[in-house]
């Protein structure tokens, strides 16, 4: 069974950076695709960023300009990279995975296209 962990998270100024990291336990990279997404207080849970199968990358309009997704397949970690951040930022932030196909070459940020999530990471902006 694959294991998502992430971490990163953290407080932070409005204006500073942080560098989210999920690793996948148990599976080979390639064999899913995975995506960040997010869940503020009070708020429904929104994709944020998601790398497809193809190389494409797909950013919630939020975070496009700020924010930025990679990955290490060798090390199986996931990373999002946040910049200039707002207190609109401040919310718990998971990585999820999926096996399905087109989901993986879409780059999909709608979160029931996937089956797997992590605990999260909590990040909170401060004004």
């Known amino acids: 069974q694959v294991q998502l962990v992430e971490s990163g998270g953290g407080s932070v100024q409005a204006g500073g950076s942080l560098r989210l990291s999920c690793t996948a336990f148990g599976y080979a990279y390639n064999t899913f695709c995975m995506a960040w997404f997010r869940r503020a207080p009070g708020k429904e849970r929104e994709g944020v960023a998601a790398l497809s199968t193809a190389g494409t990358v797909n950013y919630a309009e939020s975070v496009k300009g700020r924010f930025s997704i990679s990955q290490d397949k060798v090390k199986n970690v996931l990373y999002l990279q946040m910049d200039s951040l707002t207190t609109e930022d401040t919310a718990m932030y998971y990585c999820?995975?999926?096996?399905?196909?087109?989901?993986?070459?879409?780059?999909?940020?709608?979160?029931?296209?996937?089956?797997?999530w992590g605990q999260g990471t909590r990040v909170t902006v401060s004004s």
């Open positions: 999820a995975r999926s096996w399905n196909v087109a989901v993986c070459a879409s780059g999909s940020l709608e979160s029931v296209d996937y089956l797997g």
